[in-house]
């Protein structure tokens, strides 16, 4: 069946540090990719998606990019800030049905 | 904005209580699903419902029964709280297949 395979954390850095968590996925056919976000004490919010490959969601200075041929959504961010400290997950879900796949989350801490 | 609600942020049950975590959406979606959530394991789905009275297994569903009587509300029955249920659960809306899901904000049982 479907799956999604995250980095394990947690991941800590330094403010103003370059951010990369790898996220790879195995699925049939043309599935769409989210990234979503959970800051503490809340439910899960869409930072970005990507529908087809070679598609780059991108929002609040996160991108991803779909690479169908690494199957990879890997979740990027040049400059970090102490408020981005949250957990990530990366989810697919295919074209024709409701079954959406997370991965299991990588919680990200940012110190100043 | 799309809001979701679930009934109550934090719950405290005694082992064989019957519980019902509710949850209502108001953007007329289609699609609600149950998820659990667990450190390490990521986002589980317990059932889902694309329907009124409509329902569907996800991939943990042993324990729990569900109701969708309304199209805006999606109730989840522990029918015996255990204590290997105690764990976040989330609430989840889509408007069709293949779409980003919109989360309420959780809750967090504990059963004792």
């Known amino acids: 069946g479907d799956s999604v395979t995250q980095m394990e954390g947690p991941v800590t850095l330094s403010e103003e540090a370059f951010l990369t968590i790898n996220c790879t996925y195995t699925?049939?056919?043309?599935?769409?990719l989210f990234w979503y976000v959970q800051y503490p004490g809340e439910g899960l919010q869409l930072l970005l998606k990507?529908?087809?490959?070679?598609d780059k969601g991108s929002n609040k200075g996160f991108e991803a990019t779909y690479r169908k041929e690494t199957t990879s959504f890997h979740l990027e961010k040049g400059s970090v800030q102490v408020s981005d400290s949250a957990v990530y997950f990366c989810?697919?879900?295919?074209?024709?049905?409701?079954?959406?796949?997370f991965g299991a989350g990588t919680r990200l801490t940012v110190k100043p | 904005d799309v809001k979701v609600t679930q009934s109550s942020r934090y719950l405290v049950k005694r082992t064989g209580e019957k519980v019902f975590l509710e949850c209502v959406q108001d953007m007329d979606h289609e699609n609600m699903f149950w998820y659990r959530q667990d450190p390490g394991l990521g986002l589980r789905l317990i059932y889902f419902s694309y329907d009124v009275k409509m329902k569907e297994k996800g991939d943990i569903p042993e324990g729990y029964s569900v109701s969708r009587e309304k199209k805006e509300r999606f109730s989840l029955i522990l029918e015996s709280a255990s204590t290997n249920q105690t764990s976040m659960y989330l609430c989840?809306?889509?408007?069709?297949?293949?779409?980003?899901?919109?989360f309420g904000q959780g809750t967090r049982l504990t059963v004792v």
């Open positions: 989840a809306s889509t408007v069709q297949v293949n779409t980003e899901a919109f």
């Open positions: 699925a049939t056919g043309y599935p769409s």
């Open positions: 989810a697919l879900i295919q074209y024709n049905n409701n079954d959406m796949r």
């Open positions: 990507a529908t087809k490959a070679d």
